[in-house]
């Protein structure tokens, strides 16, 4: 009975990640009829179904999913580690400095080949990363790290590197409506070779993060009190912060800038299945998966055959989405 | 750990699929043609298209142009001219993302690419199998005929690209006489967005709107703006005094009266004699044959004493 109890929120968000996936694979712009599937499963990619299914839907699919887990889990760590509930993967930087780096790439011509094609989320990769570095670097003090000075730090310079981004679209000769989707979380790439490339941060970052959640628990009291119960503080802090921007700089270079999953996922979790991060952690990486496929199926269909950017998505139907579990929660406090 | 190295097998097992199914070779009823784009890519075509999804107004405009307006199956979102590729199915382009599932499902055996698609995107749909001719912006009129004969080259139809080159340079011929018979040289603004009217945007000098203008026995006043296109300084415009403004912006409905009520607007000499004036920027922004129809009206507006 209490096994039960204790897995039934993992099945449900289980049951929600599968739906939205076979969702993802199964609706789209173009109708893929049932015969046209067996076909195409029989025949692999051959058929003009089995190239939409298999070179498109399908590594779409598993991109948006790896893409709303490494933002929800990351969200729900940093949550923790700010005992903060404005907090989101981008509180530090992250996403202005790999906005700043994808513009900033965008801006240049680059040549015709596996490195040029690559330039963009290379470049919003390395610089996302900087960005963090610097930011880390400003806030230390001695050998701690303040939360507060973390996240004062990181929107002093994100306010910079996002005014530099502005400044170089609105110099830029070209298309703005690239930046602007990139910013906007439109950019999602097609084909497999995102997902590889993102696979290996997402196993590490996440990996790293799963095991954290006693030590998030630990961190709900206090750094003091933390620190008392025998918790490596500043360690548990720079390790959940290297985790975490891997996972998100990696996931914002192939999709660009989504907002609001990273934001809403924990909250909703916490709502639904309390404050305890061993059990928040692993269910955030289910729920964003869902939530970000759910937005990406409503992305593709509304303007069919326009695509939106799905971090507009997320937010228009995120926001109200959230309002309502927050007002049906009967918690005067829910944060506490 | 087992999801995961699942995920892999799966992975591994697609990609498989995918080397292994590379298009089947089509028997050549002509010689295949190389030709190199853009991009610096070898693209080989073993037959002229004949379906083509164009992914830019320009390709569709120099498409329908040469002849090849049959053969086109598929258009981007912001096509709009002319008014049979309208009809086509959009393939998207408007939210800077194409939609690569209805392209893919127009089975098209070429899909001419611009200078407002992205490397990556060209990758992409290389990736999947499809065809990619990358067709370069010209930076001049020479370099748009040379655009007309190769599209006409990669649809069967470089006779009429060729032909219609011809006729293209005759009526740029016949402008430049007229032209040559005066040595007035009004001043013109071009407007490209003055929804700000203390800094209207507008084009500075290599662009096709400059070269136009100068072509036409004008001069742009902004030809030493730097960059290509920029906002223009309301207190520039007014030491410039054009005597015309050009308003390529008309289209999202701005208006002679309104550029008029504009604060300080009305000491310009245009504004003074009434030579505000709507412009159809499709002609001039989008590198395609109509520009030697912007040219024509161009030297209508500012030179109607030649006839």
Known sequence: MEITRTARPYWIALLALTAAMLLSILVGSVQISFAALVEALRSGAETTAGKILFSLRLPRTILVAMTGAALAGSGTAYQGLFRNPLADPYLIGVASGAGLGAVAAMSLRWPYTTFGLMAVPLAAFASGLLTVAIVYALAKVGRAIPASNLILAGVAVSSFTTALTSFLMLRSNGELRRALAWLLGGATMSGWQPVLALLPYLVVGLGILLTLGHALNVLQFGDEQAQQLGLPVTRVRRLIIIAASLTTAAAVSFAGIIGFVGLIIPHILRLLTGADYRRLLPLSLVGGAALLLAADVLARVLLAPQELPVGIVTALAGAPFFLWVLRRSRQANFWS | ?307
């Not at chain 2, 006729?167 to 040595?183: H, I």
């Not at chain 2, 072509?215 to 730097?226: C, D, I, L, T, W």
């Not at chain 2, 296109?229 to 207190?235: D, I, M, R, V």
């Open chain 2, 1 to 307: 750990m087992k999801r995961f190295s699942k995920l892999l097998l799966i992975i591994a097992l697609l990609t498989g699929l995918l080397a292994a199914c590379a298009p089947a070779a089509v028997a050549p009823t002509t010689a295949p043609m190389a030709m190199t784009d853009g991009l610096g890519r070898e693209v080989t075509l073993t037959a002229p298209a004949q379906r083509v999804v164009s992914l830019a107004p320009s390709n569709a405009e120099i498409l329908f142009a040469v002849g090849a307006g049959s053969q086109v199956v598929g258009r981007d979102e912001f096509t709009n001219y002319p008014e049979s590729a309208v009809t086509l199915p959009s393939v998207g382009g408007s939210m800077g993302g194409y939609n690569f599932e209805q392209i893919v499902n127009l089975k098209p055996d070429l899909v001419l690419a611009a200078e407002i698609n992205t490397p990556e995107q060209v990758k992409a749909l290389e990736n999947l199998g499809v065809t990619v001719y990358y067709l370069s912006n010209p930076t001049d009129i020479e370099g748009m005929y040379a655009n007309l004969i190769t599209v006409g080259k990669l649809t069967g139809k470089e006779p009429e690209a060729t032909a219609l080159v011809d006729s293209l340079k005759q009526r740029v011929a016949a402008v430049e006489d007229r032209v040559a018979s005066t040595t007035a040289k009004p001043k013109v603004f071009y407007e490209l967005d003055g929804s700000e009217a203390a800094k209207p945007w507008t084009a500075g000098a290599g662009t096709f709107i400059d070269i136009l203008i100068t072509m036409a026995g004008g001069e742009n006043v902004a030809a030493s703006m730097e960059g290509s296109w920029g906002q223009f300084s309301q207190e520039a415009l007014l030491v410039a005094n054009p005597d015309f403004i050009l308003l390529g912006d008309a289209a999202y409905g701005t208006t002679a009266e309104q550029v008029a009520a504009r604060a300080g607007w009305e000491t310009i000499q245009a504004v003074q004699v009434e030579q505000v004036l709507p412009f159809n920027d499709d002609t001039v922004s989008r590198p395609g044959p109509r520009l030697v129809d912007a040219l024509e009206e161009l030297v209508r507006i500012l030179h109607p004493e030649l006839k």
